[in-house]
Structure formats: structure tokens, C-alpha cells
Nanobody, 124 residues
Framework: QVQLVEYGGGVVQAGGSLRLSCAAS????????MGWFRQAPGKEREFVAR????????YYADSVKGRFTISRDNAKNTVYLQMNSLKPEDTAVYLC?????????????????WGQGTQVTVSS
């Protein structure tokens, strides 16, 4: 079992950048593929990005492709989400998640463990 805690949220102007971190404890994070999701008020939780156990493969939602970068440092048991060129529509609670699955990793139901989330607010 792994526990996940997100850091780095805040308020930023449109066009700005933020870097989110997800620190894992318990079982080593290298045992899991990791994902970032987000949930805006009144909306369903949506996939943002995911990274394989080794970090060798990443995948992004179309809405963030070219602006966000997911990465991981297994030695530090941490996963990151670098967010550039932020837009007001990126405003949401951002959550990291871990999965033991080797299959589809783009859906909420694919993930086994979740953090509590960190708020990102982008002002126009």
C-alpha cells in the first residue's frame, strides 16, 4: 500500500507556471504507474497525464498536451507535474494516483490509490 500527498498548488495568473509534486510513502513508488487527474467544481474527475513505472512512457490529455509535463524521480519517491502556459480553465483540484495495473491507465477506475489533492487556481 502507498500513501500519496500532493504539494505545490496555488494561485497563478494566466500564462504562468506551477510545479506540482506528489510524495509517496509506504511502498516504493517505482512499483506503480502514476497519474495526475483534476476535478473542477461541479465537474467529473478527469485524466490529465500518466507515466509508466520507469518513466519511459508518458501520455497526456489533449487539453494539456504541449503545456504540461509529467515526470518522476523514483529515488525520491516523488512524481511531478510541470504546468506551463496555464489557462483559467485549468483551475481545479489536482490529484495524483497510483496503479498496479499494466493495462489502461487513463480512467479513474484504473487507479488504486489517491492523494487528497491540491488546489490550482488560474486567474484571468
Amino acid at each position: 500500500q502507498v500513501q500519496l500527498v500532493e504539494y505545490g498548488g496555488g494561485v497563478v495568473q494566466a500564462g504562468g507556471s506551477l510545479r506540482l509534486s506528489c510524495a509517496a510513502s509506504g511502498r516504493t513508488v517505482s512499483s506503480y504507474a502514476m497519474g495526475w487527474f483534476r476535478q473542477a467544481p461541479g465537474k467529473e474527475r478527469e485524466f490529465v497525464a500518466r507515466i509508466t513505472r520507469s518513466g519511459g512512457s508518458t501520455y497526456y490529455a489533449d487539453s494539456v498536451k504541449g503545456r504540461f509535463t509529467i515526470s518522476r524521480d523514483n529515488a525520491k519517491n516523488t512524481v511531478y507535474l510541470q504546468m506551463n502556459s496555464l489557462k483559467p480553465e485549468d483551475t481545479a483540484v489536482y490529484l495524483c494516483a497510483a496503479t498496479v495495473s499494466y493495462r489502461v491507465q487513463l480512467r479513474v477506475e484504473d487507479y488504486d490509490y489517491w492523494g487528497q489533492g491540491t488546489q490550482v487556481t488560474v486567474s484571468s
